[in-house]
């Protein structure tokens, strides 16, 4: 049963635009979610988190939005630069169990 | 600051055999998780380590353990090997419940034959 889900197998965005990732959950106890970011031949690397408290989360030109009523959880990139090329995971945690999707590969066209 | 760091990079292995996999965790780091990660998917959790007990376990059988050691490195056990085994095989490190952010290594890549 898959609990966080990244419906989007692939997105591509030119540079400078604002590139949207999305994922879906279905279990409402998680406390903190999460994305991830992973270049190929690496492990993920951690971009940002949002508790589940909050609805909003920002870091520089990464924005996470958190609708609970929904289950949904959002990145915005702006403005998309060609090094955020990557294969992104969002991720949840309950307690000591943590879930990832499937991802969302990110192309940033110059 | 030393990141996480796994050993080997690449395993090759035959089915019914048993694996050992190594973590080194980041510097200042109590906690360790192991994923596996097959292809074209997303991470899965396996166990999660702390102060050398197992803190939290995924849907994997009793063939998958694991050992915390007082440095907090760790390593992943697989016992009876299946094909399926397959994967890339991620260790995490992370300060225990500082928001759940864990520090990821490259990976070992194991193949089951």
Redesign the interface.
């Given at each position: 049963d898959q609990q966080?889900k990244?419906n989007s197998p692939s997105l591509s965005v030119q540079e400078g635009r604002i590139s949207i990732l999305n994922c879906d959950y279905t279990n409402s106890m998680f406390?903190?979610f999460?994305w991830?970011k992973k270049y190929p031949?690496?492990?993920?690397?951690?971009l940002i988190?949002i508790?589940s408290i909050k609805d909003k989360n920002e870091d520089g030109r990464f924005t996470v939005f958190l609708n609970k009523s929904a289950k949904h959880l959002s990145l915005h990139i702006v403005p998309s630069q060609p090094g955020d090329s990557a294969v992104y995971?969002c991720a949840a945690?309950e307690?000591?169990?943590?879930?990832?999707?499937?991802?969302t590969s990110l192309t940033v066209i110059p | 600051e030393t990141g996480v760091t796994q050993s080997p990079t690449h395993l090759i292995k035959t089915r019914g055999q048993q694996v050992t996999l190594r973590c080194s965790s980041q510097s200042g780091h109590n906690t360790v998780s192991w994923y596996q990660q097959a292809l074209g998917q997303g991470p899965q959790f396996i166990f999660q380590y702390y102060r050398e007990e197992e803190n939290g376990r995924g849907n994997f059988p009793p063939r998958f353990s694991g050992l915390q050691f007082p440095n907090y490195s760790s390593e992943l056990n697989v016992n009876a090997l299946e094909l399926d085994d397959s994967a890339l095989y991620l260790c995490a490190s992370s300060k225990y419940r500082a928001q759940n952010i864990q520090y990821f290594g490259a990976g070992t890549r194991l193949s089951v034959l």
């Amino acid at each position: 049963d898959q609990q966080v889900k990244q419906n989007s197998p692939s997105l591509s965005v030119q540079e400078g635009r604002i590139s949207i990732l999305n994922c879906d959950y279905t279990n409402s106890m998680f406390d903190y979610f999460l994305w991830y970011k992973k270049y190929p031949a690496e492990g993920p690397t951690f971009l940002i988190s949002i508790s589940s408290i909050k609805d909003k989360n920002e870091d520089g030109r990464f924005t996470v939005f958190l609708n609970k009523s929904a289950k949904h959880l959002s990145l915005h990139i702006v403005p998309s630069q060609p090094g955020d090329s990557a294969v992104y995971f969002c991720a949840a945690s309950e307690e000591n169990q943590f879930y990832f999707g499937t991802g969302t590969s990110l192309t940033v066209i110059p | 600051e030393t990141g996480v760091t796994q050993s080997p990079t690449h395993l090759i292995k035959t089915r019914g055999q048993q694996v050992t996999l190594r973590c080194s965790s980041q510097s200042g780091h109590n906690t360790v998780s192991w994923y596996q990660q097959a292809l074209g998917q997303g991470p899965q959790f396996i166990f999660q380590y702390y102060r050398e007990e197992e803190n939290g376990r995924g849907n994997f059988p009793p063939r998958f353990s694991g050992l915390q050691f007082p440095n907090y490195s760790s390593e992943l056990n697989v016992n009876a090997l299946e094909l399926d085994d397959s994967a890339l095989y991620l260790c995490a490190s992370s300060k225990y419940r500082a928001q759940n952010i864990q520090y990821f290594g490259a990976g070992t890549r194991l193949s089951v034959l």
